[in-house]
């Protein structure tokens, strides 16, 4: 289980974590809460209703990282599109902003939950519905380093090209996340399928 989520009873997951493990999940999540920044959380007593219809933005992020994770609807090919793709923005920017803030929050719920053992290690254990908030998490965690590190198509069919940085570029820690990410995140599509 050392690095890699395993199917549990009841459609959970759960993986082997040391303390610099959580500890960098942890920060990760954290990061990308404070990037996605803060809900607008109704007021005591406000209308439900008008909540579902409140207008978000119509415009895209200016931030690489936030545009990858609010992308366009459509495409920008002419003004009718643009048109488009702001109206639907409008509409569900505020929603998906709400989901991917729930999906970070478990994660750092759940590591702050974890007993650490003497020998500096622990295991987390994901409800099924636990492991949908991860692979959200997890997909915005890499879409989010990917994008910092202008990761390409033909990075992605050729790993290999980002392990042969050199230890001396500062980009390799970031690196050595995005790619242990992926393992993660692919070893938790893993456990979930049937």
């Known amino acids: 289980m050392a690095g890699h989520f395993e199917a549990t009873p009841g459609g959970g997951?759960?993986?082997?974590?040391d303390e610099v493990e959580i500890a960098i999940l942890r920060s990760?999540?954290?990061q990308l809460l404070e990037l996605i920044g803060p809900g607008d959380e109704p007021a005591e007593g406000a209308d439900?209703?008008?909540a579902l219809f409140a207008e978000g933005p119509s415009e895209p992020p200016a931030d690489p990282a936030l545009a990858r994770l609010f992308p366009e609807a459509y495409g920008d090919e002419d003004g009718e599109l643009r048109a488009a793709s702001a109206e639907f923005r409008r509409f569900t920017e505020n929603d998906l902003r709400a989901r991917k803030r729930e999906?970070?929050?478990a994660v750092v719920r759940t590591l702050d939950a974890l007993t650490v053992a003497d020998d500096g290690g622990a295991v987390l254990e994901l409800t099924a519905d636990e492991c949908r908030h991860w692979l959200g998490a997890l997909n915005d965690l890499r879409l989010t380093i990917g994008t910092r590190l202008e990761v390409s198509d033909e990075d992605e069919g050729d790993p290999g090209s980002l392990y042969r940085l050199p230890d001396s570029d500062p980009r390799k820690p970031m690196v050595m996340a995005y790619l242990w990410l992926g393992a993660l995140q692919e070893t938790l599509v893993e456990t979930l399928m049937p």
């Open 28 to 30: 990760l999540a954290v």
């Open 13 to 17: 997951a759960a993986v082997a974590l």
């Open 48 to 50: 439900p209703l008008a």
């Open 103 to 105: 999906d970070g929050l």
